[in-house]
């Protein structure tokens, strides 16, 4: 349990450090972390998920993000695929790493402003959330091509 109380400070500490660097003004938080951060589901996820929030020069930004996580954590894999910006980083101050997926998917995505939080962390940090119409339509989605079981339980809110 205590791991798991960590790696929630270890997100938000992340998710604050991308605000601090201006990373997270062309982001839309979304996933199974978002919906526990920002709306208390009851679910553990281990990443955090992303789409572009408008047109940007992603190989620059790939660049410029990988340069200011290096500064505060070991950069345990970083790459820029055609469809996805992934990052594992990893801190001396908690025991897992944490990946970052950064979906180069942009497009007229419902958003809300959100606070990501945990009882576990001394910092709040607003995010661009996907709205939560617009997650119960990409969790049917993904549950219709890959039948995984995550994908209902996200949309019954347990």
């Known amino acids: 349990m205590q791991d ?9 500490e992340v998710l604050d450090r991308l605000r601090s660097g201006r990373f997270l003004d062309s982001l839309i938080f979304t996933g199974g972390t978002m919906l526990r951060l920002c709306y208390s589901l009851n679910r553990f996820s281990i990443d955090l998920d992303f789409y ?26 970083a790459e820029n695929k055609f469809y996805t910006m992934i990052f594992e980083i990893k801190s001396k101050d908690f025991p897992r790493s944490l990946k970052i997926k950064i979906r180069k998917k942009t497009g007229k995505f419902k958003t809300d402003l959100s606070i990501a939080y945990s009882k576990y962390a001394d910092k709040q940090v607003l995010v661009r959330s996907l709205s939560l119409e617009e997650v ?10 890959r039948k995984e ?3 209902v339980f996200d949309i019954s809110g347990n």
């Open 4 to 12: 798991l109380i960590r790696q929630e400070r270890f997100e938000i």
């Open 52 to 77: 572009l929030y408008k047109e940007i020069d992603a190989r620059d930004y790939f660049r410029r993000l990988k340069e200011y996580l290096s500064r505060y954590y070991v950069i345990k894999d």
């Open 136 to 145: 119960m339509m990409s969790k049917i989605e993904a549950f219709l091509g």
């Open 149 to 151: 079981i995550r994908d």
